[in-house]
C-alpha cells in the first residue's frame, strides 16, 4: 500500500511536470495569471475579514445602543474605506505591472 | 479606437484650438492632434458646466415663500454636508463646506457619468482623481498655514518630543503625501474595478443581468465620493485644530 502510494505521488507530480517539458524549448511560461490570481486572492481574502470584522462590532455596538447610529456609521465607512484601499493597492499594482 | 462622443466633439470644436495653442506653448504635443482635449476632460467639463448652471438656477430662482424644487434639492445638499461638516470639523466649518461640497458633487456626478452606455468614468482615469486630490492635498495645507502661520505648522509636523522630530518629521511629510496617493488610487481603483465588473456583466449577459453591476456602480459611486468628501473634511480638520 505504501509502494502504490509512492507510485501514485511521482505519476501526479509528473503529471504537472509534463506541460513544463513540453515547453521547454519554446518561449518562457508567463506566470502573471498565477500571481495576479494569488496576490488578488490573498488581498480580497483578507480585506474580508478585517470588514468582517468591523462591520461586525459595529452591528453589535447598534443592537446595544441604536442612538448612536449617526457617529458609528461614519467611523463605519472612515474604516471600511481605509481597509478596502489596502485591496484597491494591489489592484492597481496588478493593472500597473501586468499589461 | 471608438467614435469619440458628441461632446468630445462639441468641446474640442469649442476649445480645442486654444487647449492645443497652450500645449504647444508648454512644450507638450497633444496625444490625439485631431481631438486635443481627451474624453475625460471634455466629460469632466461638461460636468463642471452642469454645476455651474445648477448653482446659477439656485441662485437666480431662490425664494423663502415659494421655494421650487431645484432649490429643495439644493438644501437637501447643503443639509447633507452641513451636519458632516459639523461632526468632523465642529467650529467654524462653514468656512470649509463650499469646498468639501464642491468635491462631493464633482465626484459624484463625474461617477454617475459611467452608469450612460458608451460613456467611460471620467473618475476612472488615474489623472482625473489625481487632480482632485492635489486640488484636497493644497487647500488644506494652505488653510494649516493660514491658521497657525508657516512655523507653527511646521511644528505641528515635529511632535511633542523634541529629540524625535527630525525622525518625525520625515514620517509626518511622507504621511502626508502618501494621503494625496491613497486619495488618488482610492477613487480611481474603485471605478476601475466597477468599471470592469459593468464590461463582465455586459459580455457574460447583455440582456437584463448587467442591471445588477450597474447598480453596484451606482453605490459605490455614492459610497466614494461620501468617502473622499469625508475625508478631505479629516484632514481640514488635522489641519485647523489647535492643541489643547
Known amino acids: ?99 | 479606437m471608438t467614435e469619440p462622443l458628441f461632446t468630445t466633439r462639441l468641446i474640442n470644436y469649442l476649445f480645442g484650438g486654444i487647449a492645443a495653442a497652450i500645449l504647444r506653448a508648454l512644450g507638450f504635443h497633444p496625444a490625439n492632434s485631431a481631438l486635443p482635449i481627451n474624453e475625460s476632460f471634455a466629460l469632466e467639463m461638461v460636468v463642471a458646466l452642469g454645476l455651474i448652471l445648477f448653482f446659477l438656477i439656485v441662485r437666480l430662482t431662490l425664494s423663502v415663500e415659494k421655494p421650487n424644487p431645484v432649490q429643495q434639492i439644493a438644501e437637501m445638499i447643503h443639509e447633507f454636508s452641513s451636519t458632516q461638516a459639523e461632526q468632523v470639523i465642529g467650529h467654524g466649518y462653514q468656512r470649509f463646506q463650499p469646498f468639501v461640497t464642491c468635491v462631493f458633487l464633482f465626484i459624484l456626478l463625474n461617477n454617475f457619468m459611467g452608469l450612460f452606455p458608451r460613456v467611460i468614468t471620467p473618475t476612472s482615469q488615474p489623472v482625473v482623481p489625481l487632480g482632485i486630490a492635489a486640488l484636497t492635498f493644497i487647500y488644506y495645507n494652505f488653510h494649516g498655514v493660514r491658521v497657525h502661520g508657516p512655523f507653527g505648522y511646521l511644528k505641528q509636523f515635529a511632535g511633542p518630543v523634541w529629540w524625535m522630530s527630525p525622525l518625525m518629521f520625515l514620517i509626518e511629510v511622507i504621511s502626508h503625501l502618501a494621503r494625496m496617493m491613497s486619495l488618488t488610487i482610492r477613487l480611481y481603483a474603485n471605478m476601475l474595478a466597477s468599471d470592469l465588473l459593468v464590461l463582465i456583466g455586459f459580455s457574460f449577459l447583455p440582456v437584463a443581468f448587467p442591471v445588477l453591476p450597474l447598480a453596484l456602480h451606482f453605490f459605490v459611486s455614492i459610497i466614494q465620493a461620501y468617502v473622499f468628501m469625508l475625508l478631505s473634511m479629516i484632514y481640514l480638520s488635522l489641519a485647523v485644530s489647535h492643541e489643547h
Open chain 1, 1 to 99: 500500500m505504501r509502494k502504490l502510494q509512492y507510485v501514485f505521488m511521482v505519476l501526479a507530480a509528473l503529471c504537472f511536470a509534463v506541460p513544463v517539458f513540453a515547453q521547454s524549448g519554446s518561449a518562457a511560461i508567463d506566470m502573471a495569471p498565477v500571481g495576479v490570481g494569488l496576490g488578488m486572492g490573498l488581498a480580497a481574502g483578507l480585506c474580508g475579514l478585517g470588514q468582517g470584522r468591523a462591520v461586525g462590532s459595529t452591528t453589535e455596538a447598534l443592537a446595544r445602543n441604536p442612538g448612536t447610529r449617526a457617529g458609528l456609521l461614519m467611523f463605519m465607512v472612515i474604516g471600511l474605506a481605509f481597509i478596502e484601499s489596502l485591496t484597491l493597492f494591489t489592484f492597481a499594482m496588478i493593472i500597473i505591472k501586468v499589461k
